[in-house]
């Protein structure tokens, strides 16, 4: 396994949570690194990018204000804190790396088994 997800849980609308996405080195020297959630009965949704090697950031806007990607290279770890959730946050969460933002995507990269969110109202 290249990509483990951790952090998940059940917490309250408002209430935040902060994922964790640890890779093997050689998935975390990929230079896109991201996070998507999939919510039950429903597709794959994009949550957040981040560039790896320029630190750039990137996110949908329903999460735009509330979720903040990051990483540490030192730790081979991304994260996403999200903050004021909302019921609508509910999902599986999954991370993934890629070479190029178009490998970024369903069926391309490297992805992990995901990490389950559920808010509750």
């Known amino acids: 396994v290249q990509l483990v997800e951790s952090g998940g849980g059940s917490v309250q609308a408002g209430g935040t949570l902060r994922l964790s996405c640890v890779a093997s080195?050689?998935?975390?020297?990929?230079?896109?690194l991201g996070w998507f959630s999939q919510a039950a009965g429903k597709g794959l949704q994009w949550v957040s990018t981040i560039i790896r090697v320029a630190g750039a950031t990137y996110y949908h806007d329903s999460v735009k204000g509330r979720f903040t990607i990051s990483q540490s290279n030192a730790k081979n770890t991304m994260y996403l804190q999200m903050n004021s959730l909302k019921p609508e946050d509910t999902a599986m969460y999954y991370c993934?790396?890629?070479?190029?933002?178009?490998?970024?995507?369903?069926?391309?990269?490297?992805w992990g088994q995901g990490t389950q969110v559920t808010v509750s109202s």
């Open positions: 993934a790396a890629a070479p190029t933002q178009r490998d970024l995507a369903p069926g391309g990269g490297t």
């Open positions: 080195v050689s998935s975390f020297s990929n230079n896109f």
